[in-house]
Each structure stands twice: as C-alpha cells, then as structure tokens.
C-alpha cells in the first residue's frame, strides 16, 4: 500500500514536497516513480528513482526544478518540488516498480491515491 501525502496550494515560484510511505512491502527492493495527471489527460512520467536510490531519471519538463529522494529505513520516497509553475499543477501519483528504474506507465505494478498540487500564477 502506498500513501501519497504533501500536496496543496503555492504560488508560482514557490515550493513542495510530497511524500509517499509505503507499507505492506519490500519497500527497498523496489523502483520507485512520480507521475502526474491533469483532468482528461494521461498520467505523465515525472521522475523515478532506483530501489538503491543511487539511479535518477527525471522528465525534461520537470529537469533541475524537482529532486527524487528515498529513506528506505522509513519505506518512504520523497518528491521535492521547486520554482514551481502553474503548469505543474495536477494530482500527483507515487507508484512502485519491479523494474529497477521505469518511466513508463505500464511498468509500474502499485500505485498510491494521488496529492493535488496546484499553482497558482
């Protein structure tokens, strides 16, 4: 199970840091990801970190602005939020991976409720 948790309001420029706690699992054997979707729209990849968290990968849109970080002794991965932009507004998913880094969707095999994150301009 996974418990997505840190979203809200900020203004552009402005920053946030999600968190997602997981329970239930080999936290630390496991792939992590954010990815992120806006009404009527697919989810997008946002970044995702490796189950050692030595491996990085980031979307180009969210490159420089956003760090993803683990704690495995505290099964929870982190997705800290800078600079922020109105267009970063949507709700927010962690989710977990047997893949050792996975950008995509369907590599995935958990996934948590999601945390809106809205920008205001």
């Known amino acids: 199970q996974l418990q997505a948790s840190g979203g809200g309001l900020v203004q552009a420029g402005g920053s946030l840091r999600l968190s997602c706690a997981a329970s239930g699992r080999t936290f630390s054997g496991y792939g992590m990801g954010w990815f992120r979707q806006t009404p009527g729209k697919k989810r997008d990849f946002v970044a995702t970190?490796?189950?050692?968290?030595?491996?990085?990968v980031y979307a180009d849109s969210v490159k420089g602005r956003f760090t993803i970080s683990r704690d495995n002794a505290k099964n929870t991965v982190y997705l800290q939020m800078s600079s922020l932009k109105p267009e970063d507004t949507a709700v927010y998913f962690c989710?977990?991976?047997?893949?050792?880094?996975?950008?995509?969707?369907?590599?995935?095999?958990?996934w948590g409720q999601g945390t809106l994150v809205t920008v205001s301009s």
């Open positions: 989710a977990a991976s047997l893949f050792r880094v996975a950008r995509e969707e369907g590599q995935y095999n958990y």
């Open positions: 970190i490796s189950p050692g968290g030595g491996s990085t």
